[in-house]
């Protein structure tokens, strides 16, 4: 049996990301379906790939199915999917043509590359052995996690990332959480910014937020553990400040400068204390 449909991924930024086997098979197919024929167009001019492209998304995923489904059948057609960025299915509507091709028993396979998601968490320094990708940013995605100590990754646009960190630094649950925020991956602007809520929006109030953006969260143990580790190299300040000013605004002082959780670290003062 051929393999009827390819799941390609593609570049998240940097255009020359792109495999070679993903350049041979965009080669090989009949039809590509996508995202935006814009974007799309863009990485196969780059590749000299001519093939012709089928806008594929949530609109009309309805009326494609069933379209690609009889042109593999009937008509001996191969097809390759991919997004505008990144590896299909992950947030997009990939998963119901693979459950189509799975029903009508045709092969379909996957051409492995790029994913935000995953991409960001290697950046991010935070705990990777557990991990939870919820999507796009849902309060009520994010209310329904409990008492869990994976990393959760999610993904948010610039003009809704202020209001998520807000509703992060109210959060009960997540308001102590140690936060990694990742924009422009693989491209020239890349940056990753570490901090708790209040930190990360002030900076992106100070500097506009844009680019598609990937925010991690993590309580786990380890990384608290790392943090216990470096507010531990600023026992002299600590110290110093603590018999200054009082334990609350030494904390504040002392998370500004860190980059550290304020009540991390006021807990972290508190514990020496007693001791």
Request: aromatic share 8%.
């Amino acid at each position: 049996m051929k393999t009827s449909l390819y799941i390609v991924s593609t570049p998240i930024g940097n255009i020359i990301d792109f495999t070679m086997r993903g350049v041979e098979i965009l080669n090989t197919v009949d039809i590509i379906l996508c995202e935006d024929t814009r974007i799309t167009n863009k990485l196969l001019v780059n590749n000299s790939i001519n093939k012709p492209l089928v806008v594929y998304n949530d609109h009309n995923v309805d009326i494609i199915i069933p379209k690609v489904i009889d042109n593999i059948l009937n008509n001996n057609k191969v097809y390759a999917l991919v997004s505008d960025a990144g590896t299909p299915l992950i947030s997009d509507p990939g998963y119901k043509l693979v459950n189509a091709c799975i029903k009508n028993n045709i092969k379909y396979t996957a051409i492995p590359g790029p994913c935000a998601a995953i991409n960001a968490l290697v950046l991010s320094g935070l705990p990777s052995d557990k991990f939870l990708f919820i999507g796009f940013f849902n309060s009520k995605k994010l209310d329904e996690i409990k008492d869990i100590d994976n990393t959760i990754i999610m993904y948010e646009s610039p003009n809704r990332i202020i209001g998520t960190l807000e509703y992060i630094k109210n959060s009960d649950k997540f308001k102590y959480s140690n936060i990694v925020v990742v924009r422009e991956m693989t491209k020239i602007f890349e940056e990753v910014v570490r901090g708790n809520a209040e930190y990360l929006i002030d900076h992106f109030n100070k500097n506009k937020p844009r680019g598609e953006f990937v925010i991690l969260l993590s309580q786990q143990k380890e990384t608290l553990n790392n943090n216990e580790e470096m507010l531990n190299n600023y026992l002299d300040l600590i110290n110093l400040l603590v018999y200054k000013i009082s334990l609350k605004d030494t904390s504040i002082v002392i998370s500004k400068y860190t980059k550290i959780n304020k009540n991390t670290v006021y807990n972290f003062i508190k514990s020496l204390h007693n001791d």
